[in-house]
């Protein structure tokens, strides 16, 4: 008697068995996720090529520097020996050009100075 009464149970429980009903916006975050794992890889991947490029760019300086060090090293020491020394002689504010320079430089940190100030105000975060 006992086990014809769970078979009926059990019988009813498979009848009245419901499928789970999605909601309606399942797609939608669906994409979503997929729209964001995206993302996160093509991040990892730019984030990877600038280390790449950047560890590119100083290994072919370095071997650059230690190639010309090597062939033109000599000539170069001498080249910038005799430059400076020209430097040296010459008095750069006796002439109109030192100080041109000098307000250029002047200007050129006073504009640096305000564009940053600027959009550092008008920064839309």
Do not use: C
């Not at 009926?8 to 964001?36: D, I």
């Not at 008095?91 to 564009?115: E, K, T, V």
């Amino acid at each position: 008697m006992e086990q014809n009464q769970i078979d009926k149970g059990l019988k009813k429980a498979m009848k009245t068995k419901e499928t789970p009903r999605l909601s309606s916006n399942f797609t939608f975050r669906t994409m979503l996720k997929v729209q964001e794992v995206i993302r996160l890889k093509e991040q990892k991947h730019e984030k990877q090529m600038f280390w790449a490029i950047v560890v590119a760019s100083v290994i072919l300086l370095v071997g650059g520097g230690v190639t010309v060090g090597y062939f033109w090293g000599a000539e170069f020491l001498g080249m910038f020996s005799n430059l400076f020394m020209s430097i040296v002689r010459m008095d750069l504010f006796s002439s109109p050009y030192g100080y041109l320079s000098l307000a250029i430089l002047l200007l050129l940190g006073l504009d640096y100075w305000m564009r940053w100030t600027y959009f550092k105000r008008h920064r839309k975060d």
